[in-house]
């Protein structure tokens, strides 16, 4: 009790130490949670370095199977690619077709590697039947999932045996607006290097599906133009200088039947068409040889090529 200005001020001690209390609980009891999340923490450290001390001889013995494992897969992997390059270098004795040697190739490479990765999982400790039930059981979920890849595989075979095609033909797939030099037929597709050397990669089942143009099966192939003169054009003439420059030009096989007839009378234009053979790799370069001639010759000559136009008489 405190006298202040002559009044009397009563301090509450009871109410005090009675705060005072509560603190100290509150104190107390964060203490005691520490200390309890401490004593679980090195519970749970103790019981990890007890488990690790007791399973050490397990972990390196896991440890070793995966590094034998990689060493065996790295060791596997170089005797699949001198296996490889050893069936590679007899099917070229043998003479075999480039599409055949890389359809094999293909095929060995698949085979091998799995065989490898079946072996590997059996030397972890896997039973063979336990894998072999796993492949049939997967294989059945694969199959209905790949029925295009097995589509592909099935054309590949056909290609080979059939041969529609070899590799360096130049090839046109009918409604489908493919075209190129077939570079590599593989398991299920089949690669052509375009005229401005793009690289398209065909499913082998596009192409047996479809109807497609072998352009160079044949050594020869024929060449076939036709070119339109006027009306007042001496067709006579224009007919024996088409038929000189076929008989002189070197790439005309003369052999050949050579043919330089009138094709059709057009509405504004006499059409005369022209036959040859020439070899299969000098086609287009003689071709447009051939047509840069005539229209040289043709203007020397007086012999008019018409062209669409449009004339109007005034009254």
Known sequence: MLKMNGLIRIIPLAASTAG????????????????????????????????FQDNIPN??????????????????GKLIGWLRKIVRRSMERANADTGVCQFVDSILKFGLYALLVFM???????????????????????????????SNFAGGILILILKPFVVGDYIVVNGESLEGTVKEIQIFYTKLATVDNQRVVVPNSILTENSLTN??????????????????????KAKSLI???????????????????????????????????????????????????????????????????????MK
Do not use: C
């Not at 509560?22 to 749970?44: K, L, M, R």
């Not at 352009?215 to 006579?236: H, W």
């Open 20 to 51: 005072t209390g509560t603190t100290q609980q509150t104190v107390n009891d964060v203490i005691d949670s520490a200390t309890q999340v401490t004593a679980e923490a090195g519970q749970e450290v103790n019981q990890f370095v007890k488990f």
């Open 59 to 76: 972990i390196i013995a896991f440890g070793i199977r995966v590094l034998l494992a990689l060493v065996f897969f790295f060791i596997g």
């Open 120 to 150: 590997i999982a059996i030397r972890f400790g896997v039973e063979s039947s336990s894998v072999a039930a796993l492949i049939a059981s997967a294989g059945v979920a694969i199959g209905l999932a790949v029925q295009g890849s097995i």
């Open 215 to 236: 352009v160079t099966a044949r050594p020869e192939r024929q060449l076939d133009l036709k070119v339109g003169i006027s009306y007042d054009s001496d067709l006579k």
């Open 243 to 313: 038929e000189n420059m076929l008989h002189t030009d070197e790439h005309i096989i003369q052999d050949e039947e050579i043919k330089v007839f009138v094709d059709s009378l057009a509405d504004s234009a006499v059409v005369i068409g022209l036959r040859a053979w020439v070899s299969t790799d000098q086609y287009w370069a003689t071709r447009w040889k051939l047509l840069e001639q005539i229209k040289l010759t043709f203007d020397e000559e007086g012999i008019e090529i018409p062209y669409n136009q449009l004339t109007v008489h």
